[in-house]
C-alpha cells in the first residue's frame, strides 16, 4: 500500500495494533517511534504522520494535513452486476484510476443471486475501493450503487455527458475512434454483464443516448475490459 488511509473517526483515537495498516506500517514499512509516513483521510487531503509510540495494544500517531485534492474525473462507470470476485477487481481498479461513480445495476442476462453476496451486504465491497485509493497514492473515493435495474441507473444520468456502451456484437466502432466532446460534463461508460446485454437493453441504451463500441476483436474479461475502457477514455481527454 503506497498511502495509508484513514477514516476520519480514526484520527483522534489509538491505532489498533492488531488492524492490518498497523501491521503493515510496523513489519513492511519498519517505521519506529519518530519516524514518519505517508497518510490520507478518507475522501479527504493527504499529509503526513507521525508514529509517536508503539504500546502493546494500539500505537500512538499525529497527523500534518495537506490541501483538500481535486474532484475525480467525471467519469461513470455501469457495470451489469457480475459474480463477486469479478466486482472485486473492478471496485479496486476503478477507484486506482479515478473513477467518480460505480453502478452495479441488474440487468435481464445478469445472474439475480450475486445481489446477495456477502460483498454487498457486509461493507466490503468499501474495502476495496480503499486498497485501490490507497495503491494510486489518492484518497478520493468513487460513489457506488448496487442491485437497481440499469433503467433507474439510466434515470438519473445528468445531460450534457458522452455516453458509450461496450459491446462486441452490434458496436461499428472501436472506442478508440469514437468521436468525443472535447470537454463533456461527464463520460458514461457502460458495460454488460458476462452474458452480455440483451437485445431490449441494446434498444434501451441506443433510446438513451449510448453509442455501442468495442474493444476490438478479443473477447476480455469484466473487469480487464473496465480498465481498457477507463484507460483508452482518460487518455483521450486528457485526463492522465
Do not use: C
Given at each position: 500500500?503506497?498511502?495509508?488511509?484513514?477514516?476520519?473517526?480514526?484520527?483522534?483515537?489509538?491505532?489498533?495494533?492488531?488492524?492490518?495498516?498497523?501491521?503493515?506500517?510496523?513489519?513492511?514499512?519498519?517505521?519506529?517511534?519518530?519516524?514518519?509516513?505517508?497518510?490520507?483521510?478518507?475522501?479527504?487531503?493527504?499529509?503526513?504522520?507521525?508514529?509517536?509510540?508503539?504500546?502493546?495494544?494500539?500505537?500512538?500517531?499525529?497527523?500534518?494535513?495537506?490541501?483538500?485534492?481535486?474532484?475525480?474525473?467525471?467519469?461513470?462507470?455501469?457495470?451489469?452486476?457480475?459474480?463477486?470476485?469479478?466486482?472485486?477487481?473492478?471496485?479496486?481498479?476503478?477507484?486506482?484510476?479515478?473513477?467518480?461513480?460505480?453502478?452495479?445495476?441488474?440487468?435481464?442476462?445478469?445472474?439475480?443471486?450475486?445481489?446477495?453476496?456477502?460483498?454487498?451486504?457486509?461493507?466490503?465491497?468499501?474495502?476495496?475501493?480503499?486498497?485501490?485509493?490507497?495503491?494510486?497514492?489518492?484518497?478520493?473515493?468513487?460513489?457506488?450503487?448496487?442491485?437497481?435495474?440499469?433503467?433507474?441507473?439510466?434515470?438519473?444520468?445528468?445531460?450534457?455527458?458522452?455516453?458509450?456502451?461496450?459491446?462486441?456484437?452490434?458496436?461499428?466502432?472501436?472506442?478508440?475512434?469514437?468521436?468525443?466532446?472535447?470537454?463533456?460534463?461527464?463520460?458514461?461508460?457502460?458495460?454488460g454483464p458476462e452474458r452480455g446485454w440483451s437485445a431490449a437493453e441494446r434498444i434501451l441504451l441506443r433510446e438513451r443516448g449510448f453509442t455501442l463500441a468495442h474493444?476490438?476483436?478479443?473477447?476480455?474479461?469484466?473487469?480487464?475490459?473496465?480498465?481498457?475502457?477507463?484507460?483508452?477514455?482518460?487518455?483521450?481527454?486528457?485526463?492522465?
Open positions: 500500500m503506497n498511502l495509508i488511509l484513514f477514516e476520519p473517526d480514526e484520527i483522534d483515537r489509538p491505532f489498533p495494533r492488531g488492524d492490518a495498516r498497523a501491521r503493515h506500517l510496523l513489519e513492511v514499512l519498519r517505521r519506529r517511534p519518530g519516524d514518519t509516513f505517508d497518510a490520507g483521510l478518507v475522501d479527504g487531503p493527504r499529509g503526513k504522520a507521525t508514529l509517536v509510540a508503539v504500546g502493546a495494544a494500539a500505537l500512538a500517531l499525529t497527523f500534518a494535513w495537506g490541501e483538500p485534492p481535486p474532484p475525480l474525473d467525471p467519469l461513470i462507470l455501469i457495470v451489469g452486476l457480475p459474480r463477486p470476485q469479478t466486482a472485486r477487481k473492478i471496485l479496486q481498479e476503478s477507484a486506482a484510476l479515478g473513477v467518480r461513480a460505480l453502478h452495479f445495476a441488474a440487468t435481464e442476462k445478469g445472474e439475480a443471486g450475486y445481489a446477495q453476496s456477502t460483498l454487498w451486504h457486509t461493507g466490503e465491497w468499501r474495502r476495496h475501493l480503499v486498497a485501490g485509493a490507497a495503491q494510486a497514492f489518492a484518497t478520493r473515493l468513487p460513489a457506488v450503487t448496487h442491485g437497481r435495474p440499469m433503467a433507474a441507473v439510466l434515470d438519473e444520468l445528468a445531460g450534457g455527458d458522452v455516453r458509450v456502451a461496450l459491446d462486441n456484437y452490434e458496436a461499428p466502432a472501436g472506442l478508440g475512434a469514437l468521436a468525443l466532446a472535447p470537454a463533456p460534463a461527464a463520460v458514461v461508460v457502460a458495460l474493444l476490438g476483436p478479443r473477447v476480455l474479461r469484466a473487469e480487464t475490459a473496465a480498465v481498457a475502457a477507463i484507460a483508452i477514455l482518460k487518455s483521450r481527454l486528457g485526463w492522465f
